[in-house]
């Protein structure tokens, strides 16, 4: 075959080919994929040119082979300058898109196509090939001024990949160096056929094959040698001691950190095994693959190791290598103690937290099955107070010593911590406990700064854990109940929790639970108890609580009121018991019954709602005299808000309504706050008396109380007067009201309007 043949055969194939690679290209999803596609098309133009001009006999197809060839070598180079621009992008460039060049290379087309109107570009000359016609370019200015441009654009592109190899990091540099090559190569093997004048451009095969190594390198390659010494030095740079072993189980390469672990050289790698045995001690350093954490030393002193082996396989049966990994995780594990340290005990005392101390008290109750185990809640009585007076710093010193005493007599058998401010939780060994010894060291428990030295009252509720299968914070909160029965004991500094007082606390909270339906359902009603004048008449009543449970049938106040001022509740049953006693004063006053009845008030009302306003407004409500509701206060009102209680008192008064004192003799009474007490009745409790150890002191105690009160203008009423002798005793003294037994216990409504007004007809 002749070369006219072989050649075009050649192009044609080459065309094929970098069709293809423009396809692939495009496709692509890198980021130079469009730019490659575009240098795989751009290349097939000129060799179209070259075939057009190698394969044809008519001059006309010649020319316009050599046009396309020129046109296609201007397309080709800007398709090289957008490729050389994405491919060194990041390098330093910047910004700057290379529009000079396209400029230059656009004009440099237009001026080769005026050649077709001009003639200042070329022509062509027949010679003989192969005994074939074949036309040879004849170039003239236009292009010798194509080809300088087109050299000049070829070193710009050369510098741009020198300049991008230059600042690249080592590694790199190979991808620039290749394509730098590869460019000078093909401008050589241009130059070499432009100057021969050969009459094939056999640089044509060059340049496709330039399009498919750009393609390959742009697209597939990896060089081998970077991703070596990537890898090599990052090994290298890893803070992990690594050591790399043969199949055979011989150390043959570590790293830095590895050497400076086993205390090795390079050269002395054979003795690797020797020296990991002697840091973890014997160890089988197989060559399969295996983890392991190993501490080393120990206290302060100790480090904490991971350990990975890792086998490389050349196929499933042979290894080729291993390398272990050993990481040194001290920090690591010391970061995590010290959170799991703090996250599980108190800032201040050191002791555990609340939640930590749950968990631990609940593993211990159960690994401890058979022990009898106490729950036992320490309290400081009025902290507060240390705070306030000692400043916050004193008492953080405070909960600190009483911290050091908690943990003091403790054993591997006890948890304890602190639950919250100034309470402490702690579960130990019945027969641990020294109750005698600790209520000792209770009574005189002083906490000091150095300066001041102050005694802290502690109360210990214990709770002996009984119900194991409870939860702790129920166990810790039957011990903190136990603290109630001591709340206000100063001597007794241990308290438990029992059953006596386990169903208090279940009956104060069943009766509570039933309140509000008892008073809607007037379950709870007054009883009526008489109270007469010295003639034994009967002038008015007494309202006093009862309950009919519907379960637990009649109830007497004892069983129910002393809950209700405890938890406030009380408040309800007053309102409600006012408001019944003006239900009965309205329907007596309507038949001309003037009576009248005397309620109770507790000094709880006081934080509820406003007394005085609300019982005005009760008797605005019912119409009733003022007069006729009486109201009962004891001392303990003016326990707190001592002038604000008074004020009520006296408008309560200015109003009209008579108010008595109640239980006079039975506390702490004084005959001082008897003076300034804006009060009308004195009702003296007959307990005083029959509770004297010397009946004829107390007589002598009441009768001047009666005559003190006299004098002051209140009238005195005795209640729980149980004889005639009391009676008579008492109307000799002067008194002026009675009330009790003796004339009649507490009734019903209907059953004291029975027995003071006689049947209605
Ligand atoms: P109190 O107000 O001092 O009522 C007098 C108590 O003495 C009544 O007891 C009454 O039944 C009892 N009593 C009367 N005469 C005699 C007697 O001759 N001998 C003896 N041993 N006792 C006599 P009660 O009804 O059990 O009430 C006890 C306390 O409960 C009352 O003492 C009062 O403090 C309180 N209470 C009763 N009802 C109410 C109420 O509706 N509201 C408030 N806040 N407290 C109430
Ligand atoms: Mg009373
Ligand atoms: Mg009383």
Redesign the pocket.
């Known amino acids: 075959m002749d070369q006219r043949t072989v050649f075009p055969i050649i192009f044609a194939a080459l065309i094929l080919a970098l069709i293809l690679c423009a396809v692939k290209a495009f496709r692509n999803r890198k980021p130079i994929g469009k730019q490659l596609g575009l240098i795989e098309l751009s290349c097939t133009i000129p060799i179209l040119g070259n075939l057009l001009i190698v394969a044809s006999s008519a001059r006309n197809v010649a020319v316009a082979g050599y046009y396309l060839y020129f046109l296609g070598m201007d397309f080709f180079i800007l398709s090289f300058v957008l490729f050389t621009d994405k491919y060194c992008q990041g390098i330093g460039n910047g910004d700057h898109k290379p529009t000079v060049m396209f400029i230059i290379l656009i004009a440099d087309s237009v001026q080769i196509l005026f050649d077709t109107v001009f003639d200042h570009g070329f022509t062509v000359e027949v010679i003989n090939v192969s005994e074939r016609e074949y036309y040879r370019l004849v170039p003239y200015s236009g292009v010798y001024l194509h080809r300088l441009i087109d050299y000049i654009i070829f070193a710009c592109i050369c510098s741009i990949l020198i300049l991008a190899s230059v600042k690249t990091p080592r590694l790199y540099r190979e991808k620039y160096l290749v394509i730098l090559f590869l460019t000078v190569a093909i401008a050589a093997l241009q130059t070499y056929f432009v100057f021969s004048r050969k009459p094939i451009d056999r640089s044509m095969i060059g340049y496709g094959i330039f399009g498919m190594l750009v393609f390959y390198l742009a697209l597939y390659y990896r060089p081998l040698r970077l991703l070596d010494r990537m890898l090599s030095n990052m090994i290298s740079d890893m803070p992990e001691a690594i050591f790399a072993y043969d199949p055979t189980g011989n150390c043959i390469w570590a790293n830095e950190p590895a050497l400076k672990l086993t205390h090795l050289k390079l050269t002395e790698l054979d003795h690797t095994k020797e020296a990991l045995v002697g840091i973890f001690g014997d160890r089988e350093f197989t060559q399969s693959a295996w983890t392991e954490s190993r501490v080393v030393g120990v206290g302060e002193l100790a480090r904490y190791y991971t350990m990975e082996n890792h086998p490389i396989n050349e196929d499933t049966k042979h290894l080729a290598a291993s390398f272990l990994i050993i990481r040194d995780t001290t920090d690591e594990q010391r970061r995590i103690q010290q959170e799991l340290y703090a996250s599980t005990h108190d800032s201040l005392t050191g002791l555990y937290t609340k939640q930590h101390l749950f968990s631990c008290a609940k593993r211990m109750l159960a690994k401890y099955k058979n022990v009898p185990y106490l729950a036992i809640f320490v309290d400081v009585k009025n902290f507060k107070i240390v705070n306030d007076i000692f400043t916050t710093a004193f008492g953080d010193l405070a909960l600190q010593q009483l911290a050091n005493w908690i943990k003091a007599d403790m054993n591997s058998h006890c948890v304890y911590g602190r639950l919250a401010g100034d309470t402490f939780g702690v579960f130990m060994p019945r027969d641990d406990f020294n109750a005698e010894g600790v209520e000792e060291h209770l009574g005189t428990f002083a906490v000091s700064d150095g300066k001041i030295e102050h005694h802290l009252l502690i109360h210990l509720g214990i709770y002996e854990i009984t119900e194991r299968d409870i939860d702790i914070s129920v166990m810790l909160d039957r011990a903190h109940l136990a603290l109630s029965s001591i709340s206000d004991i100063y001597k007794t500094h241990i308290a438990y929790y029992d059953n006596k007082l386990r169903d208090k606390i279940l009956w104060d909270q069943r009766i509570s639970s039933g309140l509000r339906e008892a008073i809607e359902t007037k379950q709870i009603r ?2 009526l ?1 008489p109270i007469t004048d010295r003639r034994g008449r009967i002038v008015g009543a ?5 309950w009919i449970h519907p379960e637990l049938g009649f109830m ?3 069983s129910f ?1 002393p809950v209700f ?1 405890k938890n406030g509740m ?1 408040a309800e ?2 309102r409600h ?1 006012w408001r019944s006693a003006c239900e009965t004063l309205s329907s007596w006053s309507k038949e001309h019954k003037d009576l009248f009845i005397s ?4 000094p709880k ?1 006081f934080y509820f709602f406003d007394v005085a306003s609300e019982i005005e407004s009760l008797v605005r409500e019912y119409s009733i005299e003022p007069s006729r509701l009486r109201i ?1 206060i ?1 001392e303990t009102v003016m326990i707190n808000d001592a002038e604000e209680r008074m004020s009520i008192l006296h408008k309560l008064r200015s109003k009209g309504f008579i108010v008595e004192m ?2 006079f003799g039975s506390g702490y009474s004084s005959l001082n706050l008897l003076k300034e007490m804006p009060v009308d009745v004195l ?1 003296i ?3 005083f008396l029959s509770r004297s150890s010397d009946p004829s002191k107390a007589e002598t105690i009441v009768r001047n109380i009666i005559r003190l009160s006299e004098e002051l203008k209140i009238v005195s009423l005795t ?4 004889t005639q002798n009391h009676f008579d005793k008492l109307s000799a003294m002067g008194c002026r009201l009675f ?4 004339f009649a ?2 009734m019903p409504v209907d059953e004291f309007e029975r027995f003071t007004f006689g049947e209605k007809n």
């Open positions: 007054p009883y108890q007494e309202a006093l609580a009862r007497s106040p004892a009121i001022e009380i049953v007053d018991m309620v109770n008030i507790s009302d009962e004891t109640d239980d009702k409790d007959m307990k209640e729980g007067v149980e009330q009790g037994y003796f216990k507490p």
